[in-house]
């Protein structure tokens, strides 16, 4: 019963159903098929603004692409501390964008807010001896599986923009974020200030493509580069575009989005006061009782450790495939 | 009737059924899943000597991954004029490694030979104003259509070994080249002296994976962080895995090149004179007579015109799966 | 009466004497002077090691090249949360590494401990998400114009050598640091385990060159290439020599730094109870009572305020040359 | 007798007296002193067009930060065959750049012109598989010892200018070409469309200053955060300003450059029909009579051999401060 990570979920029947129907005949190479001259048509109408679509194979690849259209090798972007950017990309941001500098700001149950990130940085003069801050990152659903609000976002946005920062949504579970929020995907993207959205659609039951989603048309241009020079501009395009319109036509991100969430939220009500965040999306972060974490693993349960070594806290991941029984089961034994 | 590009080609069964297979399941992320896992064992067989596998999404980022593990910033990457990494990679090889250089020097019929390295490199001194030498980079097959011999890799390896290079094969098309020579395909490669090896598979009937066959222990283990870091690391790794296993599983790489090199064969065959190279894997370039272009366009061929404007020049791409209806029609007309 | 920057400090008679002896015959370029051929010998018999010494225009420069010769771009150097590499040199480590991270970790009095460096990276795991540490980066004297003794800094290369770290001294005031010590700069450098010292002398009464002291072997020949590829290979290198060669001959670095702490001791014993830190080198950290600071100021000594807005908190720093008569009437007004 | 390299050449009284001035006193660091603060205005003046000016160690990292402000990592710089910026900077643009191209054209006597560039650049199609060409950059004088008019550059600028191309010029001898075209300074620049200068002082009579001339006004606010993150903003600046500031001032430039070319003036007159390129500057290009070469050499006259090993085929500069009589014995040597 696996509650690692829902990098490891199944591929969605409408995902695999589309790469099938691509597969059989030839199609014009390097983005020039059917499918991906509707991706763009396709996210405009789903964010109700005029976007550009640019499929990658992960979200590492996305992000750093995002912010390498946003800052120079001298800039820096600012993220929370435990922004995925940071930990988990090998780097990944520092090389595309030419060595900018991720300068750390730490939230409140993984969100930001603009009066955390002038306190973060009020020792950066932002003279020429130092990294010219350029963007902000903001990660949606959050590293702590919290939701920015619109209104959040919006006035992290404002605080960005008046000190001319773009803005990064970093979405590897933004479908759950808005199945959370139920609002107009525009509403928390766009609207509200976001220039670009790397839209997970990977670990929500897709395949192999992730959407970089430009709503800032100036930097759409340099974007189709950079993906061409970081190998990210598959000759067989098709195959990343068909995956990412079966996600969002028929609403299928929600509604994957909505199960995952679903199931997170059963395992919250029986956690209980082990909850170290509220629980807005698909992720659970768990304190547990002595002896806890060995029994639920003695009971078949997977999950990750968490946090420093010894101090029994847990990760708990619902990906949108997960089985009802797991779920009921794991539910039991929390409450036990 | 498409003769522009392999990369338009379909997806073949074998392919197609891998990836249905691993679909449907949950399986462990990062390359943990049971495809990954046979990777290197399966490629060792293949190739008779113990490699290690990295599959990516494309093959400019295999190439450009390859040459980052060889060479240093201030290093230089030698090849041919009309390589696929310098001509056709948006700078992706400068990208990876930091700025290398790469090299030129002509060769015949696409070929480098060690007496063109060596009177095409003469002005290079390799003091400490110029970026030192690092590797060599070979297309197999080449860029004019033409294959390297094992004998032709050798002599070749020899000569960047002797002066302390790496050797590098960018093998987009290494199956047509390996079914026209009818040799294992060790021995045009470790065997010859290659260290490291960019494994097509997408124009050869593959949809998203490509292969990075590691034959040199001491590169291997940089290259799974280069890897991360260029974001070329799926959380789904099963589905580039499957692909590979697919097509050298039952041999089915040989099988879609030997078709593909006999529709170009019987291309040859038609046009006789008009041939600029030796065919001796699936692309051919023909310098046509006056009005011939127009007239094949009339006729329902597509291609693409080549060389400098005004040149008759022209390229055929024949896929693994293109109808032998189609080959036929287009001899014909050439044979007119 | 300026406190402000020993950078801002006048040239020592033995530098520009030096300079002056090189400058009206012509001399042969890039390093293939007299000057320039002795410091490898002068530096090796100062620090009784055989170093490689590699004279550059700015510490930046120098630091940024010690850290790119010990890290590849998917690497990680540990350094102290305000270390001049990541607080004031605009991204040049990450520059000149081709993207590598810097992680932070707070010191005690500027410095850090072994204890330290585990607490703080405990969280980071290291494994291919991640970037890969490699090497470990002191500040001697420190930030907080405290000295590591050997002791202290073989503990930390201990520590940072089982890990398979190189050890980076950022020694923008090593003479102020050793004239504290009385011990041999070797003791301190090469003896505990530091591979690459950024040796200052601008700021000590040199004029335009600090020093790469190359103390391993195998990163000398690599620091070549990168150094000319930096710009940082002057065709009139004998000037650089020169300066290097006059600051060590006759220990004037050492005569120069004495000068300078022993003004930072005349100012520490006036300052009493607003030290903020021991004063070992020539920085002085002062928290302030509520007005002071500007009746200093009223008094006519100049230096930088310091820590966050309102803290009450200034930095003198004492250079080589700072007038006896200043300095006494500073610390007359400060134990008034 | 000398006849290498102007980078071996002693340095002029103007520049020595200048240094001497700045050396005794204190003065506010990092760009903030008197000399610095003149630099704008003083080339300004000179140049006739409002420019900002940036002094740099090298002429290496005057090309390279020039270029670096130019273009992005995917792009492109269209130089000569034999550049510097190409063949002996270690690939310093490529690093300063984050990996951008060096596409090369073949030039007649080193110059470039309008017609070379559309046919040697015919074949770059600049599609998203490409790298973008944005900018060209002129050496003036050429590597063939020639000059451009102002009419020259004008027509080149306007070939780049039409194609969205920025236009950098290489002046390691600048001052020579000026000498020798006896214009005004702005004629052959920023009258005739170049943006960035790279003001060659070293080889000319200076020590350790090159001088960043900005005419482009939107390009200078970049090359302030490049320059120091290339560890290029040295503390003590005011010793380079100094430096470029003596240079200008009384046409010591100028005067110094006349020098070196009336004695390269006087040895083309002998050398005659052995020159391979017209002389215009103070290097020449001579092709000599089998024996010859030993033979000078023998008489102690020392100079590079140059083009492919056994050419006979010589390289001879002519610094500003060579001796009269060394000229005057080599010119009898060729005359003989």
Not at 10 to 23: E, F, H, N
Not at 45 to 59: E, K
Not at 204 to 219: H, I, K, R, S
Not at 253 to 272: C, D, F
Request: net charge negative.
């Amino acid at each position: 019963m696996n509650f690692k990570s829902d990098n490891a979920a199944s591929v969605c029947p409408a995902v695999l159903d589309a790469i099938l129907s691509a597969a059989p005949s030839a199609a014009a190479a390097y983005d020039d098929d059917e499918w991906s001259s509707r991706l763009d048509g396709a996210f405009s109408a789903l964010f109700g603004h005029d976007c550009t679509v640019l499929p990658v194979n992960t979200g590492t690849a996305a992000n750093a692409l995002a912010l390498a259209a946003m800052v120079p090798g001298y800039g820096a972007v600012v993220c929370e501390t435990d922004a995925h950017i940071h930990v988990d990309e090998c780097g990944a941001p520092e090389f595309f964008t030419g060595g900018a500098k991720l300068l750390l700001v730490k939230g409140e149950h993984g969100r930001l807010t603009p009066e955390r990130l002038a306190a973060g940085l009020a020792a950066h003069r932002g003279d020429a001896h130092q990294v010219q801050i350029g963007a902000l990152s903001l990660t949606q659903a959050t590293e702590a599986g919290t939701v920015y609000t619109p209104d959040m976002v919006a006035a992290l946005a404002a605080h960005a923009k008046a000190r001319g920062w773009r803005v990064h949504m970093d979405g590897a579970r933004f479908a759950n974020a808005v199945a959370h929020l139920g609002c107009h995907p525009g509403d928390v993207t766009w609207r509200a200030g976001v220039d670009v959205l790397s839209f997970g659609a990977i670990k929500n039951g897709g395949m192999t493509a992730e959407a970089l989603v430009v709503f800032a048309p100036d930097l759409a241009p340099r974007l189709r580069f950079l993906r061409k020079r970081a190998g990210q501009m598959p000759s067989k395009g098709r195959f990343q575009a068909a995956q990412l319109l079966a996600m969002i036509e028929g609403d299928v991100w929600l509604a994957n989005a909505r199960a995952a969430n679903a199931a997170a939220a059963q395992l919250a009500a029986a956690a209980g006061a082990r909850l170290r965040y509220p629980v807005e999306a698909n992720e659970l972060f768990l304190k547990m009782h002595p002896g806890e974490v060995s029994r639920l693993r003695a009971q078949g349960f997977d999950f990750y450790d968490w946090g420093d070594a010894g101090s029994d806290e847990i990760r708990l991941v619902t990906a949108w495939d997960i089985p009802p029984a797991h779920v009921a089961a794991l539910a039991e034994a929390l409450e036990q």
